[in-house]
């Protein structure tokens, strides 16, 4: 507005000039020039020159302000963008501040992550293909191409597959704001974080199909089974238990050095289930509850791989006459189904589990050097300058996994084919990958000899 005026008062200025020099020069052709028609033509060729640079000025001013009004609008939005890089700024420092205080053993002092998102459902929800469907229930299945956001639908497909929601009564909205609660709550970790929830789950999920656990299992028994999958490493600080117990970490002291993480994870899906908008066992009595919450702490305790031997040799004592009906007997069966599941990625194609491989071995490396730098003992297969990825995955692989899934298989012969013979191969071809990894150290010891 205040350019326009001063293009209206710059118009009637002009004007005014023109009047005043055509009034001059008439007043000058009465007292100087004795041609009355030549002094008219100068007369009327000023006046044009005048109301041309009028004109011209008039123009001027029009595109002055034009100009003036695209900077307006350029300063504007040059402004939103720096709100927007200072908000962006303000994000990353409240991340790293909490990344900083995670990371110094301050377990569960943020109370907002484990508050429910109200605005459910708040993540884009993901379309299954009939395709993903299907792969969804084999051991084959790609962890790595799928977002948070589609791996949630996914999990949220599997309890409505299974007839867990419908049988249970369960809120869809109260289990996409648990599942999204349970997002949260995993920390990027490199390898414990919300993927390997996933995948752990997704395992979990593909070995019910795969032996037709709901004909011989309750109901209940594959809704622990799937819930203590999901809230298995809730909140993993992303070192492992001999960390804790020997640095004395508050959690180790609050656990007294028995299963400091597992009960942690325990504790923190309670927590969450404590949480009305996110309790989806809100539809169960008091008594059914407790069987409920028994059942996921018992698995969830025995995915401490300190227990590994004593659950192992347990379930190989029952398995040659396993009694579907002896609850001590479906127990036992069901912490060796977590286990299985928890350590599962070498049964997956190569090109889906070797990344996991390098996941683990940068965790353990980053937690080698965290002991050294603290002075604590320090594992041989977490130390970068001892360990290799053959050496790690084939004692591994020999024995603690096929061992403990050729067990499983006298129960259930279908999960040969799909999950111990990946299991052989693997073996086989971390055993190659050592041998040429021999050979080259031996060709270079010999060139140092020289």
């Given at each position: 507005m205040k350019c326009f005026r001063r293009v209206q008062c710059c118009r009637y200025s002009t004007e005014r000039r023109v009047r005043v020099v055509f009034f001059l020069c008439v007043t000058q052709h009465h007292l100087f020039l004795p041609d009355?028609?030549?002094?008219?033509?100068?007369?009327?060729?000023?006046?044009?020159?005048?109301?041309?640079?009028?004109?011209?000025?008039?123009?001027?001013?029009?595109?002055?302000?034009?100009?003036?009004?695209?900077?307006e609008k350029r300063v504007e939005l040059e402004g939103m963008k720096v709100v927007e890089i200072e908000k962006c700024r303000s994000d990353i420092k409240k991340l790293r501040e909490e990344m900083a205080s995670r990371n110094n053993n301050h377990f569960l002092d943020d109370n907002k992550?484990?508050?429910?998102?109200?605005?459910?459902?708040?993540?884009?929800?993901?379309?299954?293909?009939?395709?993903?469907?299907?792969?969804?229930?084999?051991?084959?299945?790609?962890?790595?191409?799928?977002?948070?956001?589609?791996?949630l639908s996914c999990l949220e497909h599997m309890y409505h597959d299974l007839d867990l929601?419908?049988?249970?009564?369960?809120?869809?909205?109260?289990?996409?704001?648990?599942?999204?609660?349970?997002?949260?709550?995993?920390?990027?970790?490199?390898?414990?974080?919300?993927?390997?929830?996933?995948?752990?789950?997704?395992?979990?999920?593909?070995?019910?199909?795969?032996?037709?656990?709901?004909?011989?299992?309750?109901?209940?028994?594959?809704?622990?089974?799937?819930?203590?999958?999901?809230?298995?490493?809730?909140?993993?600080?992303?070192?492992?238990?001999?960390?804790?117990?020997?640095?004395?970490?508050?959690?180790?002291?609050?656990?007294?050095?028995?299963?400091?993480?597992?009960?942690?994870?325990c504790a923190v899906a309670f927590q969450i289930f404590s949480q009305p908008d996110c309790n989806i066992f809100s539809t169960f009595d008091p008594e059914a509850f407790k069987q409920i919450r028994q059942g996921i702490i018992t698995l969830i305790l025995a995915t401490d791989m300190a227990r590994h031997g004593e659950i192992l040799d347990s379930f190989k004592h029952k398995v040659d006459s396993f009694d579907f009906t002896d609850e001590e007997h479906v127990t036992c069966l069901k912490m060796v189904l977590i286990k299985c599941c928890d350590i599962s990625n070498e049964v997956r194609p190569m090109?889906?589990?070797?990344?996991?491989?390098?996941?683990?071995?940068?965790?353990?490396?980053?937690?080698?050097?965290?002991?050294?730098?603290?002075?604590?003992?320090?594992?041989?297969?977490?130390?970068?300058?001892?360990?290799?990825?053959?050496?790690?995955?084939?004692?591994?692989?020999?024995?603690?996994?096929?061992?403990?899934?050729?067990?499983?298989?006298?129960?259930?012969?279908?999960?040969?084919?799909?999950?111990?013979?990946?299991?052989?191969?693997?073996?086989?071809r971390y055993e190659e990958l050592k041998q040429i990894d021999d050979a080259m150290n031996e060709v270079r010891g010999a060139e140092k000899e020289k």
């Open positions: 009355k028609e030549e002094l008219f033509q100068n007369v009327l060729t000023q006046v044009a020159e005048q109301f041309s640079r009028a004109f011209k000025i008039n123009e001027l001013k029009t595109e002055v302000t034009n100009r003036l009004a695209m900077l992550k484990l508050t429910p998102r109200r605005d459910v459902p708040s993540y884009p929800k993901y379309h299954l293909s009939q395709e993903t469907v299907e792969a969804l229930r084999q051991p084959t299945f790609d962890v790595w191409q799928w977002e948070p956001n589609e791996m929601v419908k049988d249970f009564n369960m809120n869809p909205i109260t289990l996409k704001r648990w599942l999204l609660c349970i997002h949260d709550n995993y920390r990027m970790n490199p390898f414990h974080n919300f993927r390997h929830c996933f995948c752990v789950t997704q395992m979990m999920y593909s070995m019910i199909c795969l032996c037709s656990l709901q004909e011989t299992f309750t109901q209940v028994d594959i809704l622990i089974l799937m819930t203590a999958a999901v809230c298995h490493d809730l909140d993993h600080p992303g070192y492992n238990n001999m960390y804790q117990i020997n640095a004395r970490t508050e959690l180790a002291v609050r656990y007294n050095d028995i299963s400091p993480l597992e009960n942690h994870h090109e889906v589990a070797e990344p996991w491989a390098d996941c683990l071995l940068e965790e353990y490396f980053m937690q080698s050097d965290r002991e050294k730098a603290e002075g604590l003992p320090v594992a041989p297969f977490m130390d970068r300058e001892k360990v290799t990825k053959p050496t790690a995955q084939i004692g591994f692989i020999k024995f603690v996994l096929i061992p403990m899934f050729e067990t499983v298989m006298k129960l259930f012969p279908q999960i040969e084919d799909v999950m111990v013979q990946p299991l052989r191969e693997s073996r086989d």
